[in-house]
């Protein structure tokens, strides 16, 4: 059974930082790409970031230069390392995780909430 397990969400005011974590087990096959999504209050879920097996990363563009996602593969777990954050960082996370022939997998999401 496939377990996506997510942490490090919480409140903090506008210009801090928060850490996400998220660590999957259960999975058979080789873990291609993992990633972070969030969804904003009636807003649809988007991409923040994502990091593939090789290395190679995305962000959104709204986040450029204040996150950066990180990979260890061999705890299968992925970072996502939040700094400089704004109001409408605020959302719930979501960890995504897709394998070779299986997934994607989603996780139960974590809240992040940025005051001003």
């Known amino acids: 059974q496939v377990r996506l397990v997510e942490s490090g969400g919480g409140l903090v005011q506008a210009g801090g930082s928060l850490r996400l974590s998220c660590t999957a087990s259960?999975?058979?096959?080789?873990?291609?790409?993992m990633g972070w999504h969030r969804q904003a209050p009636g807003k649809q879920r988007e991409l923040v970031a994502r990091?593939?097996?090789?290395?190679?990363?995305n962000y959104a563009d709204s986040v450029k230069g204040r996150f950066t996602i990180s990979r260890d593969n061999a705890k299968n777990t992925v970072y996502l390392q939040m700094n400089s954050l704004e109001p409408d960082d605020t959302g719930v996370y979501y960890c995504?995780?897709?394998?070779?022939?299986?997934?994607?997998?989603w996780g139960q999401g974590t809240q992040v909430t940025v005051s001003s």
């Open positions: 995504r995780v897709l394998a070779t022939a299986q997934g994607p997998y």
């Open positions: 259960g999975i058979r096959f080789s873990i291609n790409s």
């Open positions: 990091v593939f097996s090789a290395g190679t990363t």
